[in-house]
C-alpha cells in the first residue's frame, strides 16, 4: 500500500483510492482542449507538430478549438502586432477557467527580432503566460516539451489555484477581472 502523504494514492487489492483534486487535474491534463492562435512563422512550426509525424493526438490534443469559449490551452505562435494585443487579450478573457497560455517562440514570448514601434514586446505585456518555448522557431520536439509542461501545471493544479487570492490577484495587474461566483 502507498504513503497517501508521498503519491496521494492508496492501493490495496482489486481498489486505488485518491483526491477528486488529484483525479480531477489527472482527467484535465489528459484532454486539454488547444486553442492555436498562430499569425506567422511559429505557427507554421505548431502545424507540422499537428502533423503525423510528432502526431499531437497522442496526447489526447487532436481536437483544436477555434472558439475560445471551449478551449482551455491559448497557443500562441507567432508575432504578435501592439494593434492585435487587443484581440488576444479579448479572445483569453472569453476562455472559460481554467486556462492556460503556452506562448511558443521568441516573437510571442519577448517580440524577437522585431523590436520595432509596432510589435508587442511579449504577450506577458497583455495577458498571463504559464509556459515559455524558446527558439526561432522552436523545433516541434520543443512544442511538445512546452506542452507536457503544461500538463505536469494542470495535474498539479487541479481546482485550487484558479480561485486562489493569488492567482486573482496576478489577473488584476492585467486588469482582468475574475468573479467567483462563490464570493456573490
Ligand atoms: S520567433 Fe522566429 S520563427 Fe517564430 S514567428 Fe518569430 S521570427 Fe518567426
Known amino acids: 500500500m502507498g504513503k497517501i502523504e508521498d503519491l496521494k494514492v ?3 487489492e482489486g481498489y486505488q483510492l485518491t483526491t477528486l483534486d488529484k483525479a480531477i487535474g489527472l482527467a484535465r491534463a489528459n484532454s486539454v482542449w488547444p486553442l492555436p492562435f498562430a499569425t506567422s512563422c511559429c505557427g507554421i512550426e505548431f502545424m507540422a507538430t499537428m502533423g503525423s509525424t510528432y502526431d499531437m493526438s497522442r496526447f489526447g490534443m487532436e481536437r483544436m478549438s477555434f472558439t475560445p469559449r471551449q478551449a482551455d490551452l491559448l497557443i500562441v505562435a507567432g508575432t504578435i502586432s501592439k494593434k492585435l494585443g487587443p484581440v488576444l487579450k479579448q479572445i ?36 498571463p ?28 493544479e487541479s481546482m485550487r489555484r484558479r480561485y486562489s487570492d493569488e492567482y486573482k490577484d496576478l489577473l488584476k495587474t492585467y486588469q482582468i477581472d475574475i468573479t467567483d461566483e462563490r464570493d456573490k
Open 10 to 12: 492508496i492501493n490495496g
Open 92 to 127: 483569453y478573457e472569453q476562455m472559460a477557467e481554467p486556462k492556460w497560455v503556452l506562448s511558443v517562440g521568441a516573437c510571442a514570448s519577448s517580440g524577437g527580432i522585431f523590436d520595432t514601434y509596432s510589435v508587442l514586446q511579449g504577450i506577458d505585456r497583455i495577458i
Open 129 to 156: 503566460v504559464d509556459v515559455y518555448v524558446p527558439g526561432c522557431p522552436p523545433r516541434p520536439e520543443q512544442i511538445i516539451d512546452g506542452v507536457i509542461n503544461i500538463h505536469k501545471l494542470v495535474k498539479l
